[in-house]
């Protein structure tokens, strides 16, 4: 009698870690691979999205900056060389900037367009700094097709100053709103 009193509990104990084991390991492995999976689909996600405000910010900027090295000397030696016998250059330098703006405003609208599926995966924290960068990123983008517009005006002695303080200061705060949106996606995604 003795064996088996001390015989069933073995058995039992030997069946239940039979069951109940390979059992939890089967739903942590599930667990795992479910956070796994998660996070690169979230991974892949900000990626993406990282790449579209990285977009917004450098694209118009470097069409601006390329517009005015290449474009605006060409057309503003043209004018120079019309010596007010032509409105040629003039007209030349107008729909070059019409076309600079046009296409920085496509660009733009592109890049925007591809941030909608980020409201899907991001936290409120994060699509807030999203929205806040975009709406930085569309000021400062309306104030540069403005300064182009007046470029008649433009001090040659002191250019910088057709360019104002407020956009100094936005252009400073999407900077730094860029590098909290990092932040907050490694963060949301879990990487210290």
């Known amino acids: 009698m003795d064996l088996e009193v001390i015989w069933q509990p073995a058995v039992v104990a030997a069946v239940v870690s039979a069951i109940v084991g390979p059992l939890i390991f089967f739903f942590l492995k599930r667990w795992d691979e479910k956070n796994r999976r998660n996070f690169e689909i979230r991974y892949s996600e900000y990626k993406h999205y990282l790449k579209a405000l990285e977009d917004i910010a450098s694209a118009s900027q470097s069409d601006f900056e390329r517009f005015m090295r290449e474009t605006y000397a060409d057309c503003l030696k043209g004018i120079l060389e019309a010596e007010g016998r032509s409105n040629e250059p003039l007209l030349r330098l107008n729909d070059e900037i019409n076309e600079l703006t046009a296409r920085v405003r496509e660009s733009f609208s592109r890049a925007t367009q ?42 040659p002695n002191d250019p910088s100053a057709m360019f104002s303080g407020e956009m100094r200061q936005q252009g400073e705060r999407s900077h730094e709103l860029f590098e909290d949106i990092v932040r907050q996606m490694r963060k949301e995604l879990g990487i210290k």
């Open 114 to 155: 591809e941030l909608n599926g980020l409201r899907l995966v991001c936290s409120d924290e994060l699509l807030s700094m999203v929205n806040e960068f975009v709406d930085i990123q569309r000021s400062l983008l309306n104030e540069s097709c403005a300064v182009l517009s007046r470029l008649e005006q433009v001090d």
